[in-house]
């Protein structure tokens, strides 16, 4: 895996942060991990990215990106437990990039992805990731499921569903992969950029080919994907069997900036993090209840409310 020298000469060293500790590097091995990627109004995309300086990054004049990324995380600093990202392609700059330009020089346009939401299931992980790194961690219901063929994970909160994911197992993860990406975050009344390098062998399918249902529930942290428009077919969806990741320590926060003064923090500050203790304990996985939900897959050719 390529890492920064810098990452590389932190091995064999340990480090104690919020009264968490960790080895160094900040890594996870052996984990199998979902994506499918969906077309939105690019449009509506710009106005849920907090601040000025971040704009959808799009795929043709009009279509943004809408990201659904799930991680069953089995060996790391903090235990084992899930991930289940929300995310919208972006890029970060003074102005919006022309479409398809910034995959091309993506240092250069700030490409990533702003991370909507992103449950997981044990406490030590929002102590973590939101309190060092700024992510919009909280405490949810997750699995994740291999089966039939297919791999597919939900998330559920308080009594409430709120998405499930399922893609078509590629026949085989013959591409091996060794990349990084970016996660730009709101937290504090800043956006926070941090890194993460992994590496893996994936399988990938593209356009027509691939298949992929995406569901929403009436959890009221979801509600806004409702106003994206998200396209009925995913474009795109990926499996690995097996990943290898380092989360880079080092990350760059800005302040987040708008017209007028705002009344309160965006979207939440420290003490939403400052009580959570360290249990590892994941939380049962979602009831087999089912989704009382609406489908956009193109199985059902479902309809927005």
């Known amino acids: 895996m390529f890492l920064p020298r810098r990452i590389q000469r932190q091995s064999g ?21 979902l994506m499918a990627a969906f077309t939105v109004d690019a449009r509506r995309v710009a106005a849920l990215l907090p601040g000025n300086e971040l704009h959808p990054l799009r795929v043709s004049r009009d279509k943004g990106v809408l990201l659904i990324s799930v991680i069953d995380y089995k060996k790391t600093d903090i235990g084992a437990y899930i991930e289940f990202s929300i995310a919208l392609a972006c890029t970060h700059g003074r102005r919006p990039a022309p479409p398809l330009v910034p995959l091309l020089f993506p240092k250069r346009f700030g490409v990533g992805q702003y991370v909507v939401d992103l449950p997981v299931n044990t406490e030590v992980s929002v102590k973590g990731g939101k309190g060092i790194w700024g992510m919009p961690k909280h405490l949810a219901r ?76 009436d959890h009221p ?6 106003e994206l428009s998200i396209s009925p077919r995913a474009f795109f969806t990926g499996f690995f069997p097996s990943s290898s990741g380092v989360l880079d320590d080092h990350f760059e926060a800005w ?51």
């Open 255 to 305: 302040f987040l900036t708008q017209p007028t003064l705002p009344m309160d923090t965006y979207p939440e500050g420290l003490e939403s993090v400052v009580d959570l203790g360290q249990d590892q304990t994941p939380m049962p996985p979602p009831d087999g209840a089912g989704m009382p939900t609406r489908s956009i897959s193109e199985n059902t050719q479902g309809v927005w409310p």
């Open 142 to 217: 997750l699995d994740f499921k291999q089966e039939d063929g297919s791999v597919s994970s939900r998330y559920a909160e308080g009594g409430q569903e709120a998405v499930r994911v399922r893609i078509e197992r590629p026949a085989h993860a013959w591409l091996p992969i060794r990349t990084s990406a970016v996660n730009y975050c709101a937290f504090r009344g800043m956006l926070m950029k941090s890194s993460i390098y992994f590496r893996g062998r994936f399988g990938f399918r593209i356009g027509r080919k691939a298949w992929a249902t995406l569901e929403l529930g």
């Open 221 to 226: 942290r979801v509600q806004a994907l409702r």
């Open 13 to 33: 060293r340990y480090s104690r942060v919020d009264d968490i500790p960790y080895a160094l590097p900040v890594n996870s091995q052996g984990s199998p991990a």
